[in-house]
C-alpha cells in the first residue's frame, strides 16, 4: 500500500448513481453555444461569421498565441450567431451559435487514420496544438505547452491521472473501462513526446475494476498502473507526483520542475483521437448526477450543448436543486441558470439537492485546528480565513503563504462552523493582485513624471 | 415541484466547495456535554442532591448570561449551539458540592461574560470560560471554595472533610494512605471517585471513558490528556517523594485533583489551545509541568486549573511558533 500524502478529507463520493452506467452518446441538439474561452490563455478569435455554414470538426475560432487552444464546430449547421452568451466562468463570452441541420458531416479530411508512431514529436505536437486539446480534468491549461516543457527541466517520469477524486463524477472512470485502448494509445504518444521511459497510471482504490482494466490494457508496456488510498484530493498534481515519485513540487513551481507532467483521462483519449484520427476536440464524456437529476448518466456530448439539453437527456429533474455545478462538487462552478454550455473543461454536470450539499450557517472559527489537518499544502486555513475577514491581504501573503493554496476546498469541506475559508482566500488572492496593480500603475506615473522631467531639464 | 424554479433558471451561487462534512459547532459543543454527563451524574451521587443544585444553577445561570450578552451585543441569540451549556455544566463540575448557588451563579456569569465574550464571543476567548470563573470564585470566597463535605456514600465517611491532595499537602503521604486504609484502597477510591473533591472531578474512569469518546468521535487529539497526565505522573514521581528521588506516588497524582477532567475536558478545549498537534502537546506538556509544580512546591494542594490558564495565555505564542510547514519546502 502507497503512503499517503499528508491531509485531505474524505468526502462521501457518491459515485454509486453512475458508476455502473456505460457512457451514452448524448443527441445532437438543436444549437450549440461554443465560446471562444474555453481554456487557460489567449482568448480565440472567431474566423467564420453569422450565416456561414459550417461542419463537423472545422475550425471556428483560433488564436496565434501560443498559450491558447483553437475552437472547432462540433456539430454540422449553420451560424446563426456570433455574439455574448452565458458561460461557466466569465458570466458572459463571446460564443459562436450554431444551428443542427441534422446532417451531422465531417469536414473534409477526418476522419483519417494514421500511425502515430511514423509521426515525429514535432510533428504530433504541431498535431495536438491545432486539435486545441486542453487538460480536460477542469484546469484546461494547452496540452501542447504542458507537453513541451522548457528545455532547462529535465522530465523524467508522465503520470496518468485516474484518480478522479472529486466526488460524483465517474467520466474518466467509465473511460478507462470502456476506451483503455485509446488511453493506451494517448498515454504512448505522449511518453514519446516527452522522451521519458517512465509512467504512471495513479487510480483511486475506490474503483478496483479500473485497476484491474488498466493493467490489463498496459500489460507489456512500460507502464505502472497503481492503485492510490482513496482520499481528497488525490487527485491534485501536485498529491499525486508527491504520492507516487515521493517528490514534491517546489512552493510556486511547477511539476515540470521535479521532471513530471502529469495529464488527465479524458485528455488521453483526445489526444489519440487527434493524432490518430485526425479528430479535433469536440466531444468529451461528461457526467450527469446528483441527487436532483432524475436517471443520472455519463455521457459522450458534444462541446456547447447547453446544461438544459444534457440534463433533459437524464430525463430532468426529479426534485429540486439548490445548486447547479460545472465540474466536481469540490472545486467545480455553482451556475445561476441551465443556458451554460458544456466545455472543453466540463468534467461534470451536477444537480445537488439540499440534503447533498449540507450547507449551514457560517459562525465564527472555533480553532478546531480541522482544516490545518485537512490542507494538502499544510496551511493555515484558519488564520486566511479571519485575514480575509479583516482584509488584511498583505499579511496573509507574506505570513501565511496565501499563494500556494490551490482552493482545494478540503478546510470548507471539514470546517464545523461552516466558514466559506476558499471565498476569503479568493478575496485576499484578488486584492493581492488589485494592490500589485495599483503598485505597478503608481510607479509608472512617477517614472514618467520623472521623464518628463528629464526631458523639461535637457531642453534647458 | 422544481418546474417554477428550474423556468425562472435562478439557482443558488457560492464559492466551492459545494459539499460539507455533517459536523457543526453545536454538534461538538454537545458531544462534550454528552461526554461528560457520566461524571457529573456520579457526582450527584456522591455528593447528594446539593450537587445537582449546584450543577443546575451553573448551567442555567451561563445559558441566560449568554443570552442577555448577546442581546446587549446585538448579536445572533447562540444559547443552542450548547456552548454556554458546556461552560456552566464544566464549571460547576470543577466547584466543591456545598457551594453556595448564588456564588456558582456569578461565577458562570464571569465566564459567559466577561472570559468570553468581553473577548468577542465563541471562538475569541484566549482563556477557559470556565476556569476563569472559577478562579474567580477562588480569590472571591477562598473559604467556600476550600471547604469539602464529608461524603455521603456509604461506608466512605471515614474520610476527612479535605480532599485527598489536600491531606497530602498538609499531612503528609503516610497519613493519606492511612485515612483510606492502604494504598490499594487508595488507589480504588481515585479510581471509581469514591473520594472527595469537586463535584465531577473525581471519578476518573468516567472521566476517560467520556475522554475516549470524543477521542473516538475525532474532537479531540489524544495525545493532550496523555502528554499531560505523563509529564505529572513522571514528575510527581521523580520530585513528590521525601525520602528521595523518584519516591513519589505517580499513580496517585494522576487520578488526583482535578487533573482527569483538566486534561480531558479543559486542555482540550479546542478555542484556548494551540491549533496544531505540535503546538498542543507543547501546550500539554506546559500545563503538566505547572501543575506538578504548584502541587509539590505551591501553596495550593492543586494547580490544574491555573497552569491550564497560564498555557491558554501563552497559546498566540505557541501557535506563532508551530505553524505548519507548507508544502514544497523540500523536495
Redesign the interface.
Known amino acids: 500500500m502507497l503512503k499517503s500524502f499528508r491531509g485531505g478529507v474524505h468526502p462521501d463520493d457518491s459515485k454509486k448513481y453512475t458508476a455502473n452506467k456505460p457512457i451514452e452518446i448524448a443527441p445532437i441538439p438543436d444549437k450549440v453555444f461554443i465560446p471562444v474561452r474555453q481554456h487557460i490563455g489567449a482568448p480565440t478569435s472567431p474566423v467564420v461569421q453569422k450565416g456561414d455554414e459550417v461542419k463537423k470538426g472545422q475550425l471556428i475560432a483560433k488564436s496565434d498565441a501560443f498559450v491558447s487552444a483553437n475552437i472547432y464546430a462540433s456539430i454540422s449547421g449553420k451560424v446563426v450567431d456570433v455574439g455574448d452568451y452565458p458561460h461557466p466562468t466569465f458570466g458572459k463570452c463571446l460564443a459562436i451559435v450554431i444551428e443542427n441541420d441534422e446532417k451531422d458531416e465531417w469536414v473534409e479530411g477526418i476522419p483519417t487514420s494514421r500511425n502515430w508512431k511514423e509521426l515525429s514529436v514535432k510533428e504530433m505536437l504541431g498535431i495536438i496544438r491545432e486539435a486545441g486539446i486542453v487538460g480536460m480534468g477542469g484546469a484546461t491549461f494547452p496540452v501542447h505547452v504542458k507537453l513541451a516543457p522548457p528545455p532547462d527541466k529535465k522530465v523524467d517520469v508522465f503520470i496518468l491521472n485516474g484518480a478522479e477524486c472529486e466526488p460524483y463524477l465517474t467520466a474518466d472512470y467509465r473511460s478507462m473501462l470502456e476506451n483503455s485502448d485509446k488511453v493506451v494509445a494517448g498515454v504512448q504518444i505522449i511518453m514519446k513526446i516527452l522522451n521519458v521511459e517512465k509512467a504512471f497510471v495513479g487510480i483511486e482504490d475506490n474503483k478496483p475494476d479500473a485497476i484491474e482494466a488498466m493493467k490489463k490494457a498496459f500489460e507489456g508496456t512500460k507502464v505502472q498502473v497503481v492503485g492510490l488510498p482513496t482520499k481528497y484530493p488525490q487527485g491534485a498534481e501536485k498529491m499525486l507526483i508527491n504520492v507516487l515519485t515521493g517528490r514534491e513540487v517546489p512552493s510556486g513551481g511547477l511539476p515540470a520542475d521535479v521532471g513530471a507532467v502529469v495529464q488527465n483521462v479524458g485528455t488521453c483519449i483526445a489526444i489519440s483521437d487527434a493524432v490518430e484520427r485526425g479528430i479535433p476536440l469536440i466531444q468529451r464524456v461528461t457526467t450527469i448526477s446528483g441527487g436532483a437529476i432524475k436517471e443520472p448518466k455519463n455521457i459522450l456530448v458534444r462541446i456547447g450543448t447547453t446544461f438544459k439539453d444534457a440534463i433533459d437527456f437524464c430525463g430532468g429533474f426529479k426534485e429540486e436543486p439548490v445548486k447547479i455545478i460545472s465540474g466536481g462538487p469540490m472545486m467545480g462552478f455553482a451556475q445561476s441558470n441551465l443556458d451554460i454550455p458544456i466545455m472543453k473543461g466540463s468534467s461534470g454536470i451536477l444537480g445537488l439537492t439540499k440534503n447533498d450539499t449540507n450547507e449551514g450557517k457560517e459562525s465564527s472559527c472555533i480553532r478546531c485546528g480541522r482544516c490545518l489537518k485537512a490542507c494538502p499544502m499544510h496551511l493555515n486555513p484558519s488564520m486566511l480565513s479571519i485575514l480575509g475577514q479583516k482584509d488584511l491581504y498583505k499579511e496573509a501573503k507574506e505570513e501565511y503563504n496565501l499563494f500556494d493554496c490551490v482552493e482545494c476546498g478540503s478546510c470548507v469541506y471539514t470546517c464545523p462552523a461552516k466558514r466559506r475559508i476558499v471565498q476569503y482566500i479568493r478575496y485576499l488572492k484578488s486584492e493581492n493582485k488589485a494592490a500589485q496593480a495599483r503598485e505597478k500603475a503608481k510607479a509608472d506615473k512617477a517614472k514618467e513624471k520623472e521623464e518628463a522631467k528629464n526631458k523639461e531639464e535637457v531642453i534647458k | 415541484?422544481?418546474e417554477a424554479?428550474?423556468k425562472k433558471?435562478?439557482?443558488?451561487?457560492?464559492?466551492?466547495?459545494?459539499?460539507?462534512?455533517?459536523?457543526?459547532?453545536s454538534?461538538?459543543m454537545w458531544s462534550v456535554c454528552l461526554a461528560l454527563t457520566p461524571a457529573a451524574i456520579f457526582g450527584v451521587f456522591n455528593f447528594g442532591i446539593h450537587a445537582l443544585e449546584v450543577i443546575i444553577t451553573g448551567i442555567i445561570a451561563a445559558v441566560v448570561t449568554e443570552y442577555f450578552v448577546e442581546k446587549v451585543r446585538n448579536k445572533p441569540i447562540?444559547i443552542t449551539?450548547g456552548s454556554a451549556f458546556l461552560t456552566g455544566l464544566l464549571l460547576s463540575m470543577c466547584l466543591p458540592p456545598d457551594i453556595p448557588p448564588y456564588m456558582v451563579a456569578i461565577g458562570s456569569f464571569i465566564a459567559i461574560a466577561i472570559a468570553k465574550h468581553s473577548m468577542?464571543?465563541?471562538?475569541?476567548n484566549i482563556f477557559n470560560p470556565a476556569h476563569i470563573g472559577r478562579a474567580a470564585l477562588m480569590v472571591s470566597w477562598p473559604v467556600a471554595m476550600t471547604t469539602w463535605s464529608k461524603l455521603s456514600a456509604s461506608g466512605v465517611d471515614a474520610v476527612t472533610t479535605a480532599t485527598p491532595l489536600g491531606i497530602l499537602k498538609l499531612q503528609g503521604y503516610s497519613k493519606l494512605v492511612e485515612t483510606f486504609g492502604g494504598q490499594g484502597a487508595l488507589y480504588k477510591a481515585m479510581f471509581l471517585g469514591t473520594r472527595n473533591g469537586s463535584i465531577g472531578e473525581t471519578s476518573t474512569i468516567l472521566l476517560v471513558l467520556g475522554g475516549l469518546y470524543l477521542i473516538y468521535k475525532k474532537?479531540i487529539n489524544w495525545q493532550i490528556p496523555v502528554v499531560m497526565i505523563g509529564t505529572v505522573g513522571i514528575l510527581t514521581w521523580a520530585f513528590g517523594g521525601t525520602t528521595g528521588l523518584f519516591t513519589g506516588d505517580p499513580v496517585f497524582h494522576m487520578m488526583a485533583g482535578g487533573l482527569v477532567i483538566g486534561a480531558f475536558f479543559m486542555a482540550t478545549d479546542?478555542?484556548t489551545?494551540p491549533?496544531?498537534?505540535n503546538g498542543q502537546v507543547i501546550f500539554a506538556l506546559g500545563a503538566g509541568a505547572l501543575t506538578s509544580l504548584i502541587r509539590l512546591k505551591g501553596g495550593y494542594p492543586e494547580g490544574v486549573c491555573y497552569s491550564i490558564l497560564l498555557m491558554n495565555a501563552v497559546t498566540p505564542l505557541i501557535d506563532k511558533f508551530t505553524?505548519?510547514?507548507?508544502?514544497?519546502?523540500?523536495?
Not at chain 2, 468577542?120 to 475569541?124: F, I, K, T
Open positions: 415541484m422544481a424554479q428550474i433558471n435562478i439557482f443558488t451561487i457560492s464559492s466551492s466547495p459545494h459539499v460539507h462534512c455533517d459536523e457543526s459547532v454538534k461538538i447562540t449551539d468577542g464571543g465563541l471562538g475569541q474532537y479546542m478555542v489551545i491549533m496544531t498537534i505553524q505548519p510547514v507548507k508544502f514544497g519546502t523540500r523536495r
